[in-house]
């Protein structure tokens, strides 16, 4: 049996800026259906620890679960990539970021320890942001990357990425690739003259009041662009509404619409159990609904609905081989309720 914590009150100002967590009681259903999906979690997710569904500026239901608080950050694992896709929107927005069919092989080619494989420089911005970059990488169904522990392994992250071999038959054509993801990160350091963090620190993760905030850094000090990014549930909320409502916050737009527009409209194939991705969010239906949402291993989401005008999310054991995804509580409890809030 988890052990949990109802929240009924903020506990940490940071954490609550832009927040209301005592909004209005939702009617008989919607409350009865919330209570079913913490009872399911109790009883079939045990590695779950937290659940928050946020609308507009308000916490509709908050549960926390095996002893995690609040103020506790989460480890994001994958669902850092969305992040950083957001962040890069963020540059764009400030003019800090180049046209997304800028060549980046100009950029890179001083952390490179031999010639540069001609095929470099056709690769853009748009490339790494779509994942149809080309490099020779594997990735499993249940996207599984079986070169990332070599990545992981390198001393110099970026020099390791700048020798991988690529495909020309492959450039254009997605791949679940985690090197794209850090590229981006390095290139974002490389136009700002600021890490990930610090950029974020800055523009993103400061308007909205997010103070209490992790972020790991590769070997030669690039903020970690595929993975790395611990919040709290709360802030993960906050970035799903940020979303939802355009890129503006507290009537301060931090990102263009367009840009999230983009982000989240289905630009790759089909992949079973994940959908199609964008600009490093993945996009899907559940109960005929679409919606977009960024994802780690574990069950680490944040889903953003717009026509039901909620973000939903999850955070769970990321150290796990097996796991359990959360979808099952969207569809029979969280988008049955949020029709009757």
Same mark, same amino acid.
């Given at each position: 049996?988890?052990?949990?914590?109802?929240?009924?009150?903020?506990?940490?100002?940071?954490?609550?800026? @832009?927040?209301?967590?005592?909004?209005?009681?939702?009617?008989?259903? $919607?409350?009865?259906?919330?209570? $079913?999906?913490?009872?399911?979690?109790?009883?079939?997710?045990?590695?779950?620890?937290?659940?928050?569904?946020?609308?507009?500026?308000?916490?509709?239901?908050?549960?926390? &679960?095996?002893?995690?608080?609040?103020?506790?950050?989460?480890?994001?694992?994958?669902?850092?990539?969305?992040?950083?896709?957001?962040?890069? *929107?963020?540059?764009? &927005?400030?003019?800090?970021?180049?046209?997304?069919?800028?060549?980046?092989?100009?950029? /890179?080619?001083?952390? $490179?320890?031999?010639?540069?494989?001609?095929?470099?420089?056709?690769?853009? +911005?748009?490339?790494?942001?779509?994942?149809?970059?080309?490099?020779?990488?594997?990735?499993?169904?249940?996207?599984?990357?079986?070169?990332?522990?070599?990545?992981?392994?390198?001393?110099?992250?970026?020099?390791?990425?700048?020798?991988?071999?690529?495909?020309?038959?492959?450039? @254009?054509?997605?791949?679940?690739?985690?090197?794209?993801?850090?590229?981006?990160?390095?290139?974002?350091?490389?136009?700002?003259? +600021? =890490?990930?963090?610090?950029?974020? *620190?800055?523009? /993103?993760?400061?308007?909205?009041?997010?103070?209490?905030?992790?972020?790991? #850094?590769?070997?030669? @000090?690039?903020?970690? *662009?595929?993975?790395?990014?611990?919040?709290?549930?709360?802030?993960?909320?906050?970035? @799903?509404?940020?979303?939802?409502?355009?890129?503006?916050?507290?009537?301060?737009?931090?990102? =263009? #619409?367009?840009?999230?527009?983009?982000?989240?409209?289905?630009? #790759?194939?089909?992949?079973? *159990?994940?959908?199609?991705?964008?600009?490093?969010?993945?996009?899907?239906? #559940?109960?005929?609904?679409?919606?977009?949402?960024?994802?780690?291993?574990?069950?680490?989401?944040?889903?953003?609905?717009?026509? /039901?005008?909620?973000?939903?999310?999850?955070?769970?054991?990321?150290?796990?081989?097996?796991?359990?995804?959360?979808?099952?509580?969207?569809?029979?409890?969280?988008?049955? $309720?949020?029709?009757?809030?």
């Amino acid at each position: 049996m988890q052990s949990i914590r109802s929240i009924t009150a903020p506990s940490a100002k940071a954490h609550t800026a @832009g927040l209301h967590c005592t909004p209005p009681a939702p009617s008989k259903e $919607a409350a009865s259906l919330f209570r $079913a999906a913490d009872e399911e979690i109790i009883q079939r997710f045990p590695k779950m620890n937290s659940f928050i569904v946020a609308r507009q500026d308000a916490v509709l239901t908050e549960r926390y &679960y095996n002893g995690f608080e609040t103020n506790d950050l989460h480890d994001l694992r994958s669902a850092t990539k969305s992040i950083l896709s957001l962040l890069l *929107g963020v540059a764009s &927005y400030r003019g800090d970021l180049p046209q997304l069919d800028e060549p980046i092989a100009a950029h /890179l080619r001083k952390y $490179a320890d031999r010639k540069l494989d001609p095929l470099w420089e056709q690769l853009t +911005l748009r490339h790494l942001l779509t994942m149809t970059s080309g490099f020779h990488w594997k990735t499993g169904v249940k996207m599984g990357e079986a070169l990332i522990h070599r990545l992981h392994q390198s001393r110099n992250w970026t020099k390791y990425i700048m020798q991988l071999p690529i495909e020309q038959h492959k450039i @254009g054509t997605f791949q679940y690739c985690s090197v794209d993801s850090h590229l981006l990160s390095v290139l974002l350091t490389e136009w700002t003259g +600021l =890490s990930a963090a610090e950029y974020a *620190g800055k523009y /993103l993760f400061g308007p909205l009041g997010i103070e209490d905030v992790s972020w790991s #850094a590769s070997p030669e @000090g690039h903020s970690m *662009g595929h993975i790395g990014l611990h919040l709290t549930a709360r802030d993960m909320a906050k970035i @799903g509404l940020l979303c939802l409502q355009g890129g503006v916050w507290e009537n301060e737009r931090l990102l =263009s #619409a367009e840009w999230l527009t983009r982000s989240m409209t289905p630009l #790759a194939p089909e992949s079973p *159990g994940y959908g199609r991705y964008g600009y490093h969010w993945w996009t899907t239906k #559940a109960n005929g609904i679409p919606f977009a949402y960024a994802h780690g291993h574990g069950g680490q989401q944040i889903n953003v609905i717009p026509s /039901l005008d909620a973000v939903v999310v999850f955070t769970a054991a990321s150290d796990l081989n097996r796991w359990k995804n959360p979808r099952p509580l969207l569809e029979k409890f969280i988008m049955p $309720a949020l029709k009757h809030s």
